[in-house]
Nanobody
Framework: QVQLVESGGGLVQAGGSLRLSCVAS????????VGWFRQYPGKEREFVAG????????YYDDSVKGRFTISRDNAKNSVFLQMNSLKPEDTAVYYC???????????????????WGQGTQVTVSS
């Protein structure tokens, strides 16, 4: 049974920083695609950042480029999201997700991921 556990959410003032962590209990983590998504109340989950398994490259939504950085530590089966210059519109529940088969064109599509964490709340006050 694959489990993803996020941590690191919280309350921060606008302009501040948070670092989210996600630990995965899965074999072959290093060859998995991993992504961070966020969800606003009443909305669908949307892509924030991700690693594609085949080329190891990172991808970002335009709204977070230059502010957020995704990284991974394969030795610890972990993926991180460093969030800087946070804005009130970044307030959402953040989820990490993992899949071992998806193709590049599916990286930003939440429905293509098999495994999800429980989510962590990020609140940015103005």
């Amino acid at each position: 049974q694959v489990q993803l556990v996020e941590s690191g959410g919280g309350l921060v003032q606008a302009g501040g920083s948070l670092r989210l962590s996600c630990v995965a209990s899965v074999r072959s983590f290093s060859t998995s695609s991993v992504g961070w998504f966020r969800q606003y109340p009443g909305k669908e989950r949307e892509f924030v950042a991700g690693f594609f398994r085949n080329n190891g490259r990172t991808y970002y939504d335009d709204s977070v480029k230059g502010r957020f950085t995704i990284s991974r530590d394969n030795a610890k089966n972990s993926v991180f999201l460093q969030m800087n210059s946070l804005k009130p519109e970044d307030t959402a529940v953040y989820y990490c997700a993992l899949d071992q088969r998806l193709i590049l064109s599916s990286l930003r599509l939440p429905a293509q991921y098999d495994y999800w964490g429980q989510g962590t709340q990020v609140t940015v006050s103005s």
